[in-house]
């Protein structure tokens, strides 16, 4: 149930209608006061983003200020964090909004998470979203892969989406509301080249947010797990400098996003409570194809997977040759020119 309600400015001026979400009362206030939605919330959104200080994290953060909430930025980075801050306080639409920072390690010491979380949430209140966006990847051949590179990525992309999850989940059911947004990836719903160390970790968030919206989905808590495909970011660029040929090929079959249509995406599903937010038709296609026994949100979505799925299988079955072709087509040059120099 929607209703609308109007936010006025402390001088009782009408400000802006927004949309009170009802029963899942996530919504960004544009104005100084308080939301009159009948719950008497204060109605001011608090988004904690981890990862917050670079790339989509950044992007997500900036959105939501951009629409009233206040933002905890998590990263490790103090520097880079105390200059996102700067960056998006430029976005304000009110004078009492706050960017906080927290520099901590997400994967290291949950007691650590557990407490600095606690100290942002004296400050300005229970969040009332959480975007788990920091990450990691390492590309390779799985056997050039160092053994400590699976240890960290598993620790980082996966553990350091449970940790502050964990330390937030309690308060959300007490509240009976809240959003937890996972930062899966395309590379979270197929297994490429390269990816041997990254892929299980985004698959891993997919398993976690299944079994996590089954049990806090009665306490009107909503779980999102966000699959972008490659996107323009600090982060990416740094990927590419040493990615396998293989996977620039294969990745190249779909175009590079912009950080911030991709935050925009995630932040619209997850106020939602969509369980499933993809960007582009891959990500469309990928999504109903891997839909698999995740929930849906809506009847559409669960009719269009039944209508689409056998159809989007055939058109992978295209994709996976042509990504099979390349790998094969990689192989041959390599032993190619390998023979070319043994011999001269
Ligand atoms: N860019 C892409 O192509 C895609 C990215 N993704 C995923 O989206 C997320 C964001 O990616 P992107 O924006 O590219 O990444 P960036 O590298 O640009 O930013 C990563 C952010 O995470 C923080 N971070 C990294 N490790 C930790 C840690 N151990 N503890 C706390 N904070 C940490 C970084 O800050 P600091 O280093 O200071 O800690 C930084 O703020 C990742 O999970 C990534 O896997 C998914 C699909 C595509
Ligand atoms: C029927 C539909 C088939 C669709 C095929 C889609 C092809 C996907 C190609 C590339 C995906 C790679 C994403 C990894 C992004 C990522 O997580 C890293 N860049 C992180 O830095």
């Known amino acids: 149930m929607n209703a609308v309600i109007q936010v006025r400015s402390s001088d009782g001026r009408k400000w802006k209608d927004v949309t009170c979400v009802g029963l899942s009362p996530i919504r960004f206030d544009k104005g100084p006061s308080s939301c009159e939605c009948s719950s008497g919330c204060s109605c001011r959104t ?6 917050g200080s670079s790339g989509i994290g950044k992007c997500i953060a900036i959105e939501c200020y951009k629409q009233g909430a206040f933002i905890t930025l998590i990263a490790r980075d103090e520097n880079k964090l105390l200059q996102t801050k700067k960056e998006i306080e430029k976005y304000s639409v009110n004078d009492k909004q706050v960017v906080l920072c927290i520099s901590v390690d997400v994967s290291k010491d949950y007691e650590q998470v557990e407490n600095v979380l606690k100290q942002a949430q ?71 080249f390269g990816y041997t160390a990254y892929s299980p970790t985004k698959f891993a968030l997919r398993g976690l947010a299944e079994a996590l919206q089954m049990e806090v989905k009665p306490y009107n808590v909503y779980v999102t797990v966000a699959y972008p495909p490659d996107t323009d970011t600090p982060g990416f660029a740094e990927e590419s400098k040493t990615k396998p040929l293989e996977t620039k090929l294969i990745s190249e079959t779909s175009s590079v996003c912009q950080a911030e249509q991709v935050a925009r995406v995630i932040v619209k599903d997850a106020i939602q409570g969509n369980f499933n937010s993809s960007v582009g038709s891959d990500g469309y296609m990928l999504s109903i194809l891997t839909s698999g026994m995740s929930p849906v949100t809506s009847i559409t979505e669960g009719l269009q997977q039944v209508v689409c799925m056998g159809i989007f299988r055939i058109i992978g079955l295209f994709y996976l040759g042509s990504f099979d072709s390349i790998v094969r087509r990689c192989m041959m040059q390599r032993e190619k020119s390998e023979s070319a120099d043994k011999t001269e």
């Open 46 to 51: 608090r988004l904690h983003v981890t990862g």
């Open 122 to 192: 004296e400050k300005l209140g229970p969040v009332d979203m959480l975007v788990n966006c920091a990450g990691t990847s390492v590309t390779g051949k799985f056997e050039d892969i160092e053994v400590n590179s699976f240890e960290r990525l598993m620790a980082v992309n996966y553990l350091g989406s449970v940790y502050p999850s964990r330390a937030v989940i309690a308060t959300m059911k007490e509240r009976r509301m809240g959003r937890i947004v996972f930062v899966s990836s395309q590379a979270g719903q197929l297994g490429l």
